[in-house]
């Protein structure tokens, strides 16, 4: 089983590069944001308490997230794999993700770690917010903050998954294309 965690700060291109990696490696697509935003447009009760978090940029508790997670991958039991986006984003979603695949015997493959510079990530998420409606893409004071939470809390994830030698960077400045080919060949080692 093939299961990658793609990772990296708001607005590196996870979810568009997620797009062509489930489709290269027939792989099922996990995102955690998109989840929540099923759930928020569905009107559930999780959703209402996740939007006020996601809305002020602040991340939703673990307990939530963990929860969808556990619950998708029972769903999946005969998967050739995940791609895990935006999930883990706090060392306790990581472990809570080690101790799911490690019962099953299918643990993380791979962290592919795109890295972007930070004045290309506000760019980018201010021209999404312009094409997507996001209203977490359209405030530059929202973004900033997403990116302070991921410096402070989602980071410390590239040690994490660095001392399980399970770490690959990523350049993730260049075109869709180009950065698709480097995530490939990575993929394709793994
Ligand atoms: P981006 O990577 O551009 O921030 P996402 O769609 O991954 O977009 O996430 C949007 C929002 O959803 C986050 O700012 C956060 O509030 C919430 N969210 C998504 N995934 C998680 C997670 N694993 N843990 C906590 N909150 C999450």
Do not use: C
Request: avoid cysteine; charged fraction near 25%.
């Amino acid at each position: 089983m093939l299961n990658i965690v793609l990772f990296g700060p708001p607005g590196a291109g996870k979810g568009t590069q997620a797009e062509f990696l489930i489709n290269a490696f027939g792989l099922i697509h996990l995102s955690t944001g998109d989840l929540l935003r099923s759930e928020i447009a569905a009107g559930t009760k999780l959703g209402l308490e996740a939007k006020a978090f996601m809305d002020k940029g602040e991340l939703v508790p673990d307990a939530v997230v963990i929860g969808m997670i556990k619950s998708k991958l029972e769903a999946n039991k005969d998967a050739k794999g995940f791609i895990f986006d935006g999930f883990p984003r706090t060392v306790d979603q990581a472990k809570a993700l080690d101790e799911l695949l490690n019962a099953n015997g299918t643990p993380i493959s791979g962290m592919l770690s795109l890295e972007v510079e930070k004045q290309e990530l506000i760019d980018r998420l201010l021209s999404r917010g312009i094409s997507s409606g996001r209203a977490d893409d359209q405030d530059q004071s929202i973004i900033e903050n997403r990116i302070n939470v991921y410096n402070e809390k989602t980071s410390p994830l590239i040690e994490y998954y660095k001392k399980q030698g399970k770490h690959f960077g990523i350049n993730g400045m260049g075109t869709i294309d180009e950065i698709a080919e480097r995530l490939k060949a990575v993929v394709e080692k793994l």
